[in-house]
C-alpha cells in the first residue's frame, strides 16, 4: 500500500530520499577524509597509514550500505543488539565490522559471529570468551586491547599496567589474533596528552609483539590529534553520518 508520498511502507525511502542522504553522507565521507589526509601532512605521514573505521551506531543498514557504495570497507558498532541484525542483513557487502563498544563476557557468542575486529578487550575472562567462541564458530578475531586512560571505570579499558599481560593472553589464545591497543579520550584532559600515553603503551605491546601494529584511536572531534600520535585506525561516526539523537553514545 502507498501513503500520499509514494512510498511503500513508512520504512521505506523514496529514491529522492535515499539520493538526499546520499548526498550528505557522501558530502561528511569528503570532509572527514580531508581531515584525515591534512592530519597526516602536519605530521609527515602517509594517508595510507590511517584507516576510516565509520561508526555506524544508531544508524539504519541503508546509511551503511551507502558508506559501502561510496568505497567504505570498515564499519565499527558499539551494542550487540544493533549490530548483530545490521550485519545479518549486510552480510553480502564488503566490509570489516569492528565492535567498538563494552562487551559482556555472555554476549561473546553473538558478537563473535560477525565481527572481524573487537577493540574493546579489557579482562582475562573476556579474552577466554572470546577464544571460546572463536574456535567453536571457526572464526579468527583479531583483538585490540582497550587502554583505560583516566581512572572512570564505566568507560572501560584494562589499567596500562595490565595491558602487556593482557596482550600475551591474547597472542596464546585459540581463535583470535591480537591487532593493537584501542582507546577512547577520557572527558576533561586534552586527547593529545592521553593518546601520549596510548602511544606509550602501543610500543610496550609491539616490543613484545612486533605484528600488533594497530592503534585504534580518535573520534570525529579528536581524530588530528590521535593521528599525531600514531592512531592507524580513527572511529568517526557524527563527522561523517550527523548528529545522533541524544543520549545514544
Ligand atoms: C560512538 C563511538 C565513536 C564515534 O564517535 P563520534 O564522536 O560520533 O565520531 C568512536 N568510538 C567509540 C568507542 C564509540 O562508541
Redesign the pocket.
Known amino acids: 500500500m502507498r501513503d500520499r508520498s509514494g512510498r511503500d511502507d513508512p520504512g521505506t525511502k523514496t529514491r529522492r530520499e535515499t539520493q538526499v542522504r546520499r548526498d550528505e553522507i557522501a558530502a561528511g565521507l569528503a570532509e572527514v577524509d580531508e581531515r584525515i589526509a591534512a592530519a597526516c601532512r602536519a605530521v609527515g605521514r602517509d594517508r595510507g597509514e590511517v584507516t576510516l573505521?565509520a561508526?555506524t551506531?544508531t544508524r539504519p543498514a541503508e546509511d551503511v550500505r551507502i558508506l559501502a557504495e561510496l568505497g567504505v570497507r570498515d564499519v565499527?558498532e558499539?551494542r550487540d543488539q544493533e549490530a548483530a541484525p545490521k550485519a545479518a542483513e549486510l552480510a553480502g557487502l564488503p566490509l570489516t565490522w569492528h565492535f567498538?563498544?563494552q562487551l559482556q563476557t555472555n554476549k561473546a557468542r553473538s558478537v563473535v559471529a560477525y565481527a572481524d575486529v573487537i577493540?574493546?578487550v579489557d579482562r582475562v575472562r573476556l579474552v577466554e570468551a572470546i577464544s571460546r567462541e572463536a574456535v567453536r564458530q571457526g572464526r579468527n578475531v583479531g583483538c585490540l586491547i582497550q587502554v583505560a586512560l583516566d581512572d572512570d571505570p564505566a568507560r572501560g579499558g584494562a589499567r596500562p599496567a595490565d595491558v602487556p599481560e593482557l596482550a600475551d593472553e591474547v597472542a596464546l589464545a585459540e581463535g583470535v589474533w591480537l591487532g593493537g591497543v584501542?582507546a577512547?579520550a577520557p572527558l576533561g584532559e586534552e586527547p593529545a596528552k592521553a593518546f601520549a600515553r596510548l602511544r606509550e603503551v602501543a610500543t610496550l605491546v609491539q616490543e613484545q609483539h612486533p605484528r600488533a601494529t594497530m592503534v585504534?584511536a580518535g573520534?570525529?572531534?579528536d581524530?588530528a590529534e590521535a593521528i599525531a600520535h600514531g592512531a592507524t585506525h580513527v572511529?568517526?561516526?557524527?563527522?561523517?553520518?550527523g548528529?545522533?539523537k541524544p543520549f545514544v553514545?
Open positions: 573505521i561508526v551506531k565499527g558499539n567498538v563498544g577493540h574493546s584501542m577512547v585504534s573520534m570525529s572531534g581524530l572511529r568517526v561516526g557524527t563527522a561523517l553520518l548528529r545522533r553514545r
